[in-house]
Protein backbone atom coordinates (compact mmCIF):
# COMPACT_ATOMS: atom_id res chain seq x y z
CA UNK A 1 0.00 0.00 0.00
CA UNK A 2 2.74 2.33 0.93
CA UNK A 3 3.99 1.86 -2.54
CA UNK A 4 0.85 3.44 -4.09
CA UNK A 5 0.21 5.97 -1.73
CA UNK A 6 1.89 8.19 -4.26
CA UNK A 7 -0.54 7.38 -6.78
CA UNK A 8 -3.67 8.01 -4.91
CA UNK A 9 -2.45 10.93 -3.23
CA UNK A 10 -1.56 12.65 -7.11
CA UNK A 11 -5.01 10.93 -8.42
CA UNK A 12 -6.91 12.66 -4.88
CA UNK A 13 -4.94 16.08 -5.55
CA UNK A 14 -6.36 15.84 -9.20
CA UNK A 15 -9.83 15.83 -8.41
CA UNK A 16 -9.64 18.54 -5.31
CA UNK A 17 -7.48 20.95 -7.72
CA UNK A 18 -7.83 20.59 -11.55
CA UNK A 19 -11.82 19.13 -11.60
CA UNK A 20 -13.67 20.83 -8.20
CA UNK A 21 -11.34 23.62 -8.30
CA UNK A 22 -12.17 24.27 -11.24
CA UNK A 23 -16.20 24.04 -11.31
CA UNK A 24 -16.98 20.22 -12.01
CA UNK A 25 -19.80 19.66 -9.59
CA UNK A 26 -21.34 16.29 -10.37
CA UNK A 27 -20.35 14.24 -7.16
CA UNK A 28 -20.54 11.26 -9.18
CA UNK A 29 -17.99 12.97 -12.15
CA UNK A 30 -15.70 13.48 -9.05
CA UNK A 31 -16.44 10.28 -7.79
CA UNK A 32 -15.21 7.89 -11.29
CA UNK A 33 -12.43 10.67 -11.62
CA UNK A 34 -11.56 9.50 -7.91
CA UNK A 35 -11.76 5.78 -8.73
CA UNK A 36 -10.28 5.13 -12.44
CA UNK A 37 -6.87 4.66 -12.37
CA UNK A 38 -5.56 6.82 -14.96
CA UNK A 39 -1.72 5.75 -14.92
CA UNK A 40 -2.65 2.12 -16.38
CA UNK A 41 -3.94 4.35 -19.60
CA UNK A 42 -0.62 6.09 -19.98
CA UNK A 43 2.59 4.60 -21.64
CA UNK A 44 4.87 3.62 -19.13
CA UNK A 45 7.85 6.17 -19.54
CA UNK A 46 4.37 8.74 -18.99
CA UNK A 47 3.32 7.78 -15.67
CA UNK A 48 5.21 9.89 -13.57
CA UNK A 49 2.53 12.71 -15.23
CA UNK A 50 -0.34 10.80 -15.55
CA UNK A 51 -2.28 12.87 -13.05
CA UNK A 52 -0.66 16.05 -14.56
CA UNK A 53 -3.23 18.96 -15.35
CA UNK A 54 -2.00 18.29 -19.54
CA UNK A 55 -3.20 15.51 -22.37
CA UNK A 56 -0.70 12.98 -22.84
CA UNK A 57 0.76 11.61 -25.86
CA UNK A 58 -0.37 7.47 -26.24
CA UNK A 59 0.98 6.69 -29.51
CA UNK A 60 0.04 7.08 -33.29
CA UNK A 61 -0.15 11.01 -32.69
CA UNK A 62 -2.49 10.59 -30.13
CA UNK A 63 -3.54 11.98 -26.75
CA UNK A 64 -5.23 10.98 -23.66
CA UNK A 65 -7.08 14.33 -22.67
CA UNK A 66 -6.31 16.57 -20.01
CA UNK A 67 -8.07 15.70 -17.07
CA UNK A 68 -10.26 18.46 -16.48
CA UNK A 69 -11.20 18.11 -20.07
CA UNK A 70 -12.55 14.32 -19.26
CA UNK A 71 -14.69 15.44 -16.54
CA UNK A 72 -16.25 18.53 -18.29
CA UNK A 73 -17.17 16.48 -21.15
CA UNK A 74 -18.48 13.29 -19.34
CA UNK A 75 -20.35 15.77 -16.88
CA UNK A 76 -21.91 17.67 -19.81
CA UNK A 77 -23.68 13.97 -20.60
CA UNK A 78 -25.44 14.17 -17.70
CA UNK A 79 -25.53 10.50 -17.19
CA UNK A 80 -28.08 9.31 -14.62
CA UNK A 81 -26.65 5.43 -14.85
CA UNK A 82 -29.32 3.48 -16.87
CA UNK A 83 -27.64 5.24 -20.56
CA UNK A 84 -26.18 3.46 -23.27
CA UNK A 85 -22.97 5.65 -24.34
CA UNK A 86 -21.39 5.59 -27.60
CA UNK A 87 -18.10 6.93 -27.48
CA UNK A 88 -15.80 7.95 -30.64
CA UNK A 89 -11.88 8.35 -30.72
CA UNK A 90 -11.44 5.92 -27.42
CA UNK A 91 -7.57 5.94 -27.71
CA UNK A 92 -6.73 4.88 -24.24
CA UNK A 93 -9.58 3.90 -22.83
CA UNK A 94 -9.64 6.11 -19.73
CA UNK A 95 -12.36 8.04 -21.29
CA UNK A 96 -14.55 4.46 -22.16
CA UNK A 97 -13.74 3.57 -18.19
CA UNK A 98 -14.34 6.73 -17.02
CA UNK A 99 -18.25 6.70 -18.76
CA UNK A 100 -18.32 3.08 -17.85
CA UNK A 101 -18.07 4.03 -13.89
CA UNK A 102 -21.70 6.60 -15.10
CA UNK A 103 -23.59 4.12 -17.17
CA UNK A 104 -25.25 0.64 -18.14
CA UNK A 105 -23.04 0.10 -21.29
CA UNK A 106 -20.31 1.65 -23.16
CA UNK A 107 -19.54 1.57 -26.92
CA UNK A 108 -15.86 2.69 -27.78
CA UNK A 109 -14.93 3.05 -31.05
CA UNK A 110 -11.27 3.87 -31.68
CA UNK A 111 -9.74 3.94 -35.87
CA UNK A 112 -6.05 2.91 -34.73
CA UNK A 113 -5.99 -1.02 -34.25
CA UNK A 114 -3.19 -0.89 -31.74
CA UNK A 115 -4.68 1.47 -29.55
CA UNK A 116 -8.28 0.17 -29.74
CA UNK A 117 -6.35 -3.63 -28.60
CA UNK A 118 -4.61 -1.78 -26.00
CA UNK A 119 -7.46 -0.32 -24.95
CA UNK A 120 -9.53 -3.46 -24.69
CA UNK A 121 -6.57 -4.92 -22.89
CA UNK A 122 -6.60 -2.25 -20.14
CA UNK A 123 -9.91 -2.61 -19.66
CA UNK A 124 -10.05 -5.99 -19.34
CA UNK A 125 -7.38 -6.33 -16.72
CA UNK A 126 -8.82 -3.59 -14.86
CA UNK A 127 -12.31 -5.82 -15.09
CA UNK A 128 -14.36 -2.98 -16.68
CA UNK A 129 -17.05 -5.49 -18.46
CA UNK A 130 -19.50 -2.88 -19.69
CA UNK A 131 -17.32 -1.53 -22.41
CA UNK A 132 -16.79 -2.92 -25.89
CA UNK A 133 -13.83 -1.72 -27.66
CA UNK A 134 -14.70 -1.53 -31.56
CA UNK A 135 -11.80 -1.10 -34.45
CA UNK A 136 -13.51 0.94 -37.07
CA UNK A 137 -13.93 3.76 -38.52
CA UNK A 138 -16.60 6.03 -35.72
CA UNK A 139 -16.48 9.62 -37.96
CA UNK A 140 -20.41 8.61 -38.42
CA UNK A 141 -21.29 6.57 -35.23
CA UNK A 142 -21.81 2.96 -35.21
CA UNK A 143 -25.48 2.48 -36.88
CA UNK A 144 -25.89 -1.31 -36.27
CA UNK A 145 -26.08 0.08 -32.24
CA UNK A 146 -27.86 2.99 -32.41
CA UNK A 147 -29.72 4.51 -30.73
CA UNK A 148 -27.81 6.22 -27.95
CA UNK A 149 -28.82 8.11 -25.14
CA UNK A 150 -25.32 9.85 -25.03
CA UNK A 151 -22.50 10.55 -27.78
CA UNK A 152 -18.65 11.86 -26.89
CA UNK A 153 -16.75 12.73 -29.58
CA UNK A 154 -13.18 12.74 -28.37
CA UNK A 155 -11.91 14.42 -31.90
CA UNK A 156 -12.43 17.59 -33.30
CA UNK A 157 -14.76 18.15 -36.22
CA UNK A 158 -15.04 20.92 -38.28
CA UNK A 159 -18.62 20.20 -38.24
CA UNK A 160 -21.24 17.94 -36.61
CA UNK A 161 -21.50 15.09 -38.51
CA UNK A 162 -25.10 14.74 -39.21
CA UNK A 163 -24.95 10.68 -38.44
CA UNK A 164 -24.11 11.26 -35.26
CA UNK A 165 -27.33 13.78 -34.77
CA UNK A 166 -29.98 10.70 -36.16
CA UNK A 167 -28.19 8.24 -33.87
CA UNK A 168 -29.50 10.34 -30.30
CA UNK A 169 -31.94 8.56 -28.91
CA UNK A 170 -35.17 10.99 -27.55
CA UNK A 171 -33.56 13.27 -25.02
CA UNK A 172 -30.09 11.89 -26.17
CA UNK A 173 -26.69 13.98 -25.71
CA UNK A 174 -23.97 14.61 -27.93
CA UNK A 175 -20.61 16.38 -26.64
CA UNK A 176 -18.26 17.28 -29.24
CA UNK A 177 -15.61 19.73 -29.98
CA UNK A 178 -16.24 21.57 -33.20
CA UNK A 179 -14.67 23.81 -34.93
CA UNK A 180 -11.32 24.68 -36.42
CA UNK A 181 -8.45 22.08 -36.85
CA UNK A 182 -6.69 23.77 -33.86
CA UNK A 183 -9.44 25.46 -31.57
CA UNK A 184 -12.55 24.04 -31.24
CA UNK A 185 -15.63 24.58 -28.88
CA UNK A 186 -16.92 22.09 -26.80
CA UNK A 187 -20.54 21.46 -27.82
CA UNK A 188 -23.82 19.88 -26.79
CA UNK A 189 -26.47 18.84 -28.87
CA UNK A 190 -29.59 17.33 -27.44
CA UNK A 191 -32.39 15.94 -29.44
CA UNK A 192 -36.28 17.02 -28.89
CA UNK A 193 -38.15 14.66 -31.95
CA UNK A 194 -36.61 15.86 -34.85
CA UNK A 195 -35.38 19.19 -33.78
CA UNK A 196 -31.52 19.39 -31.76
CA UNK A 197 -30.97 22.07 -29.24
CA UNK A 198 -27.24 22.99 -29.45
CA UNK A 199 -25.16 25.15 -26.65
CA UNK A 200 -21.64 25.92 -26.55
CA UNK A 201 -19.22 26.03 -23.64
CA UNK A 202 -15.58 25.83 -23.13
CA UNK A 203 -13.03 26.95 -25.79
CA UNK A 204 -10.88 23.57 -26.19
CA UNK A 205 -8.27 22.33 -28.67
CA UNK A 206 -8.11 18.25 -30.02
CA UNK A 207 -7.01 16.30 -32.59
CA UNK A 208 -8.51 16.14 -36.07
CA UNK A 209 -10.94 13.77 -36.44
CA UNK A 210 -10.40 11.63 -39.54
CA UNK A 211 -12.60 9.79 -41.40
CA UNK A 212 -15.79 9.73 -43.87
CA UNK A 213 -17.08 12.33 -41.71
CA UNK A 214 -14.06 13.95 -40.55
CA UNK A 215 -11.41 16.69 -42.14
CA UNK A 216 -10.55 15.75 -45.15
CA UNK A 217 -6.56 16.13 -46.02
Given at each position: MRLLDPILRARARMVREQLAGRGIRDPRVLAVMGAVPRHVFVPPERRAKAYADQPLPIG?????????????????LALQGDEKVLEIGGGSG??????????????????????????ATT?????????TV???D??????????????LMAAAAPRVPSPLLDQLAEGGRLVLPAGGRRMQRLERHTRH?????AETFNEVAFVPLRGEHGWND
Open positions: EGQTISQPYIVARMTELYQAAVLAGLARTVISIERHEALATRALHELGIANVIHAGSGGWPPLAPYDAIADAWR
